[in-house]
């Protein structure tokens, strides 16, 4: 099939390059003419394990193209998918600027049937708005589809949710556009979800708010598991076991961040305002993240009694582990709030230390863990990568000025770091002294 992808941010990049590896035959446009001529020369604007090698390839085989010219993208294809931003208002209103702009530049240049899809998360009723937009816009009297086909790919894992997804959701009002995308997906082979366009734009808001709202819980379990000397680790162990529960999402540490959970509890608060429900809950769970990132700074400040002129090495800036993506990473937090006390900061990060640079002046970005740590007075875990599991603690020691560990993702055992002759402070769990 012919496809259009529009948008060639996180979603936009990894849908294109994944339809192209399933055989199809995709353009992606970006109005953006620097990044797509990046694109074109091989170099992606961002990092996703995996994704390099697939644009490259799926390119070579000449599956995948770019562009910056919408009309090309328009009237080479019969699906076109929408992967534009949709930013976050100050009021935390989804900004569905580019969403309009992107459907009335479609308008412009149809002269065929198209099937329209919406896969940027956003509010209910932007599929009607963009039916709306179309119909308005279109000179001639074209027939055209809209769809709802809400992503739900994770950044560091998105290839592999793309292609092995556990759902496909999919809202539509024709059979056209039904047939049309269930020929597009039956590569697949995962479970369907077909409903109206609304409910399937619900679906996103609601599985999003559901996860934060998981990872909230288990935070708030963790501050009452330190006042009364539980270990959460155990306590989730012990409820994620029950299959109605499940383990995933039950790790306390320092709340979520990234550019789609702290964003769509905002916006889908403020849609269920605007529509006249006061979602109590997610702004509960909003709450509680902000709390984990403060809670995390006041134990640093405790452990050291005094911040200023203290040096404190910082593991992990990115807001999880495989990517470099800093957007509402609980990292920026942490190091102003220390930065503000007087702390100087050494950071290290495998892959986001230059997009760090630019959002936290005055940081030292080092080589390595070890780098970093040289001259601390405290060794703050903030993002679990995988590379700081195993770290060789005899020579951080060596290095270290006092030996403090303040661990935010909870990765190592309490028991190995006091014997090695480490305090550690972590979430939810008893702190420990050698
Ligand atoms: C999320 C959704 O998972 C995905 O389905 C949607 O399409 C986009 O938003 P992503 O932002 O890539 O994906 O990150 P995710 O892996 O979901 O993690 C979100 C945040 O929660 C991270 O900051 C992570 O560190 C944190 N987290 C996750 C926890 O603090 N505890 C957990 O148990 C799980």
Redesign the pocket.
């Known amino acids: 099939m012919d496809l259009c992808v529009i948008g060639a941010g996180h979603v936009g990049l990894v849908t294109g390059a994944c339809f192209a590896e399933l055989g199809h035959h995709v353009i992606i446009v970006d109005n953006d003419a620097a990044k797509i001529r990046q694109l074109k020369r091989g170099r992606l604007p961002f990092f996703e394990p995996g994704l390099e090698e697939l644009v490259h390839r799926t390119v070579a085989e000449r599956r995948l193209r770019f562009t910056a010219t919408l009309a090309e993208g328009v009237r080479a294809s019969l699906i076109i998918f929408i992967a534009v931003g949709t930013p976050q208002k100050p009021s935390g209103e989804a900004d569905l600027t580019h969403v309009e702009h992107v459907t009335r530049g479609i308008a412009a240049h149809l002269t065929g049937y198209r099937l329209i899809v919406e896969k940027s998360t956003v509010p209910v009723e932007t599929g009607q708005w963009i039916q709306h937009t179309l119909r308005t816009y279109t000179r001639r009297k074209v027939p055209f589809d809209v769809a709802s086909n809400p992503?739900?790919?994770?950044?560091?894992t998105a290839i592999q949710d793309l292609l092995h997804p556990d759902r496909i959701v999919l809202g539509v009002e024709t059979a056209r556009a039904k047939e049309l995308l269930l020929q597009l997906y039956k590569p697949l082979n995962a479970p369907l979800v077909v409903t109206d366009i609304r409910s399937a734009e619900l679906i996103k808001h609601a599985?999003?708010s559901f996860?934060a709202t998981k990872?909230s819980f288990i935070n708030a379990i963790a501050r009452l598991c330190e006042l009364v000397g539980a270990d959460v680790v155990k306590v989730a162990e012990g409820m994620g076991l029950d299959p109605r529960i499940g383990p995933a999402?039950?790790?306390a540490?320092?709340?979520?961040?990234?550019?789609?959970?702290p964003k769509d509890i905002d916006a889908f608060v403020h849609l269920a305002d605007k529509v006249g429900y006061d979602f109590a809950l997610l702004k509960a769970v909003k709450q509680i993240n902000d709390e984990a990132r403060e809670h995390f700074v006041r134990k640093i400040e405790q452990a050291l009694w005094v911040v200023k002129d203290k040096t404190i090495a910082i593991l992990g800036l990115s807001?999880?582990p495989d990517t470099d993506d800093m957007r509402y990473a609980p990292a920026l937090d942490v190091i102003r709030a220390l930065q503000h006390d007087g702390a100087r900061i050494r950071a290290f990060d495998p892959q986001a230390m230059a997009h760090a640079d630019g959002l936290l002046p005055k940081v030292t970005m080092c080589r390595d863990p070890y780098d970093a740590a040289k001259g601390a007075d405290c060794l703050a875990i903030v993002t679990d990568w995988n590379e700081f599991k195993e770290l060789d603690f005899k020579r951080l020691k060596r290095l270290l000025r006092q030996p403090l560990i303040v661990d935010g993702r909870n990765v190592y055992d309490a028991a190995v770091l006091r014997r090695l002759g480490f305090r550690y402070i972590s979430v939810g769990r008893r702190d420990v002294s050698a």
């Open positions: 992503e739900f790919l994770r950044e560091g599985s999003n996860l990872i999402f039950l790790s540490g320092l709340g979520f961040g990234g550019f789609c959970l807001f999880k």
